[in-house]
């Protein structure tokens, strides 16, 4: 039985961790099995890697050096946890994954966007999301709602809004370059209406393949 890859992407503040998560709820709830993961982490090497990328106490590192940890944090995730599991027939839910790279390393630091795409390539051995989705809010309501949430800011989260107003674009274009693999969400929307619009395009994709995976 074939699985499937579905990734979810936005600016920092944009929803996406809570959609993914109220979305691997309702399809568990329906019998899918379900695999939740993340980017920079998934498994321990990554997870090591993430905790250098995210410190506040590496701020003096190069977007060259930025991009290539995540790309190494990558290749091991793809390797150890997201091939086998959809190998094994599993729905992988991802929070981040490639456009982050294209959207934060090339729109947002300046790293060519084409090399950028070459090297994902090799990083993550050939896997490439079902769908992606991205929420889209802007860059104001993105300040606000980490603002509200409290926590200390990580390294990444630490940039202005005009380094998330370029990141935001990034994921903008992607959105209009690959509308039939992007699906560009409002991420102003309340909850509820977004976890049903999220669960119909995967229903739908899913029931394009595969009408009996859920039976």
């Known amino acids: 039985m074939k699985g499937y890859f579905f990734t979810f992407e936005g600016i920092d503040g944009c929803g996406k961790s809570t959609q993914l998560s109220r979305t691997a709820g309702a399809l568990r709830a329906r019998g899918a099995n379900i695999l939740v993961t993340r980017e920079p982490g998934g498994p321990p090497i990554s997870e090591k890697i993430r905790e250098i990328l995210i410190s506040p106490d590496n701020s003096a590192m190069f977007p060259e050096t930025e991009c290539l ?3 190494a944090a990558r290749a091991q995730h793809v390797r150890e946890v997201i091939k086998p599991a959809v190998e094994r027939g599993q729905i ?30 090799f990083a993550a051995g050939g896997i490439s999301p079902d769908i992606t989705f991205i929420f889209d809010i802007p860059v104001e309501l993105s300040q606000e709602r ?26 903008l274009n992607a959105a209009r370059l690959s509308p039939g693999k992007i699906r560009l969400l409002d991420g102003s929307k309340g909850l509820d209406e977004l976890t049903g619009e999220i669960l119909g395009i995967i229903e739908a994709r899913i029931a394009g393949q595969d009408a009996g995976q859920y039976e």
């Open 92 to 121: 992988v839910l991802c929070d981040r994954f490639e456009q982050a790279t294209f959207a934060y390393q090339g729109y947002g630091r300046g790293l060519e966007v084409p090399f950028l795409k070459d090297i994902n390539s």
């Open 146 to 171: 980490l603002s509200r949430i409290g926590k200390g800011k990580d390294r990444m989260e630490s940039e202005g809004a005009a380094f998330f107003g370029r990141v935001r674009e990034g994921y």
């Open 69 to 71: 940890l995540y790309l």
